[in-house]
């Protein structure tokens, strides 16, 4: 089955909202096996929906609206798919009973334009609403399929999980549906990682591979069709093998979560503790790891330290690191060692990392935008450094480099150096 | 002039991510003036997003495509249209330059696929790309204007604010353009601005009155169409100063800038200080300061302390607030003071902010999620605290937390307490 979104309203033509709609459906529909191959937005303007139908009858076998289904003038959806359809509109009974019922319990008086949201398209299933009045339509005509479902959220989300999952699975009859295996990698880039795995992806057939980037990590999505998780199982182990053996420096999760989820989960296993020196990402890093419920567990704190004064007061960084003619600077593979052992020390932590560098926009000590310092001190071992040279603007610098800061700690937390 | 926005990407069916991009580039649509009549979302298969443009062309003169112009064998978006309209493909030899060099400046080697990205439909005006490495095309053909976007928003919106507004300002001639002015608010939601305003909002004609909430501040645009800047300020001055009359309590700048912004430009103008002891908010605060370039002139640095060792030994609070029996505990105002007061003294800054509170999702110390204190040392006046009850999920409480110390800031810097 193909299926097209429809969503409709104004307000996302003119970006007051965002469609979140589509992403919800999108996913639903993908996890009961229905390829989304369009996307469409359209207004509160009845010609333009019909257009849109028709455009889409042609192209898909189920079209899912969201919106219009209100009370108000500009509700247009039923109306243009009856009109489209060739079919009358009938009230259904106990919408409208529920409906007159709640105004009478809010002691209001029954605005006659609610009577709208009662209304199905002529022969179509009525889908319940739990959480609004507007009364959802489902329909088959000729072997194509119709969801008419409110605009919002909180009305479509439940409407969708409930009678339209089940209607829809109805007309798919006992099919397969899409299972998958998400994989995320850090250190390293999208292009990187295709070029690790580019036999894979171009001779991808079933399972299909697809990676893709967010946030400072890539992700990949492995995914087949089958009859239950035992025989998507079964389907995905080969592909997931191959792809394990040749990522293992990257791969850190095996779910959707981002790196920082990993260092926590690790850290609380091994009943270890963190602490962090930042400069450059001021705090990023910081705030990344404390984003994690229960992070503070193994999060001890850190230390953002901005101006040199802060770097050796708090941190214990040499002055002769940081000032007077020929001193590395606070910019330097030094200070970045100094920075992660002074706070090591202070907070008596198992781990502190450490950042400096130069995010922009000007160049800072005659050190490029871009250069950034990482340091990793661990309570035994000799601590390391690594040097960066990034691209790109402030704020991808700091994240790049928050990322990276994280993928040295987790590469240490796995013995992978 | 008509526009139609295709957002390219198999992950935006999938429902893997949200179409931010369609909200941002509609609302920088109608800031020109320019009508969004569709918006459509297609997947990375060179056939049916022909088939898009073609639909689009019918209904549309403006097609602005985001996704699809990476270095990966699915980014076909240049491709397809190139096809459509039957042109070849060029080298554009300054974005090749660039990537060249920042391969070398990384140290890394040159991937072959990374080539791509410096193509352009033949004829294309090349759209810089300041945070990423595609560059952007816009193209005129026949009267139908195209313009292809990258997919990552961090990489889209500036390309889009900047030579591709400029692109599409010099296609639509000089004609009237639509006007605004931006305030944004602190310390208040957007329903209670908008009761201020109620009156202004319903008789609103010429100028328009939009309101809406982003990142936890409130924002307004007041907008008109005019020839040139001169009559739109003539046009706008009633409206706005009725405005700031009643608001001035919150409204902290009148340009698209976050309340960090303001800070450090007042800092920077009073030659004031500032450090933060954080606790619930995880650097949060440290995090947005430093975004702000320049931020390092009047921003010392900040202490993360999320464990009680580290805001007794860091931060000097007494472990008698800390615990034992009856003391007040981490989450209290006394400790937001001592907070507050400790970090200002070790670091001798003009401001120190203390943010202390339990952000979810479990209580602590039988402290309820959302109960959060804020501390304000500031040299030679008393230290201020304030008692929040937020509500939201964890990411919500900690950035309104956040926002709210930096507003409390903000009134002390301005005068208004």
Known sequence: MRAEIIAVGTELLLGQIVNTNAQYLSRGLAELGIDVYYQTVVGDNKERLIQAIDIA???????????????TLDDLTRDALAEYLGRGIELHEPSMAKIVSMF???GGSFVESNRKQALLVEGATPLRNDTGLAVGNALNVDGTCYLLLPGPPREMKPMFDNDASAWLKEQLGPAKTLHSAMLKFAGIGESGLEDLLIDLIREQQDPTIAPYAKEGEVAIRVSTKAADAEEAARKLAGTLTEIRGRTSSYLFAEEDVPIEATIVRTLTEQQRTLTLAESCT????????TTIPGSAVVFLGGIVTYSNGMKMKQLGVPAELLEGPGAPGAISAETA???????RASADSDFALSITGNAGPAAAEDKPVGLVYIGLAERGRETRVEQLQLSGDREGIRLRAAKRSLYLLWQSLTGRC
């Open 57 to 71: 009858r042609e192209r898909a076998d189920l079209l899912v609206f969201t919106g219009g289904l209100g009370p």
């Open 104 to 106: 009478s319990a809010r």
């Open 282 to 289: 001021g705090g990023m890093v910081s705030e990344l790891i």
């Open 337 to 343: 060692v100094a920075m992660a052992e002074g706070m």
